[in-house]
């Protein structure tokens, strides 16, 4: 096959990815992103809408469609860098890499099209990415960014066409009750973070709701046996006892956290347990706080360990904490910006200065009334008052 010929082809299902309608609000990252960037690289987990939001990209820089070029790593058989150089010598300049994860010797390819070739590149790439760890230093020629799951914030306008202004922690903190005051004169609050609750962590569910759970699950399976498994060469029998482990997780009682306990029941070393967590928490399954790894290595005991956001919980637990799903969503939405920290009273500090306990509607300050910048976060309450603030609100961070 001559290379106009095959080039042609990868311009056929280029197209098609271009002709996709493409929604119209954009994720919170899309304001992040440097577009003056030579590569700019999208890491995240499978389902949270990095192929979308590359789309958005693209169609930021004004460039003809003929000069734009998408293709997805899982479905090519020559190096990307020999598709670059084809592309580029026709007046190729922006190419859409997505699957990453899935070309061979990705890091050196990429260097070597960003040393030699005069264009745009913009990757996708599963969160489990080993990229520190990659023979080839990419960090002086990408710029990466996490794409994170959908933040309540965001599901209100992508389902309800509801969109709200990010609003700081510091904002939340000192303002809360106009806030919530506010959003509760457009809509009921409690009854719409309920259905996030249900279905909103991933973009997916406007492909239907009834089907959001099932679809989770699959995703969840994809990135054990595709992602998990190819970028840490797990064998396949490996990868149940994950599975049990991810199970175990999500039962656990995160003040309950026992090590001992939690590698005896998964029936493997401590050792294999740490590298198991390592995976779970690169690949975007899991949230640690404290325990921080040093070359797949873990430095010390993790404080606490959460399912990556709440709607995990409903697909991996069969019986849910429901202070650990409280706790995971507040995790999950103030982490994004702030330096999260296991707290000794209280469940967690935040920049090293704000100390959070989470609770139900009567919650009081007990453990915390002698802390400064201490806060009650209470869930089923529309409105706060001094320092007592609704959870939902923490969905609008980002």
Known sequence: MSPIISLEKLYEFSNLYFSLPTPFFKRYL???????????????????????????????????????LYISADNIVDSLFNIAKEFSAYGGKLLIIDEIHKADNFANELKTIYDFLDIKVIFSGSSALEIENSKVDLSRRVLFYELNSLSFREFLAIKFDINLPIISLDDILINHFDIAANIKKQFKPLEYFKLYREFGAYPFFTEGEKGYNLRLNEIINIILDSEVATIYNVDSDKLNTIRKLLHLLCSSVPMELNIQNLSQSAGISRNTLYSYLYYLQKANLIEIIGGNFANKKLLNKPDKIYLENINLYNILCSNQNTGSLRESFFLSQTKINNTIKYAKEGDFEINDKYVFEI??????????????????????????????IPLWVFGFLY
């Open 30 to 68: 899309y304001e992040k992103i440097d577009f003056a960037s030579r590569m700019i690289g999208i890491l995240g987990q499978r389902g949270v809408g990095k192929t979308t939001l590359i789309r958005q990209i693209a169609q930021n820089y004004k460039i003809e469609p003929s000069k734009m």
């Open 359 to 388: 609770g139900g509607k009567n919650k009081k300050f007990t453990q915390i009334k002698d802390l400064p910048n201490s806060f009650v976060v209470a869930d089923d309450i529309e409105v706060g008052f001094g320092n007592k």
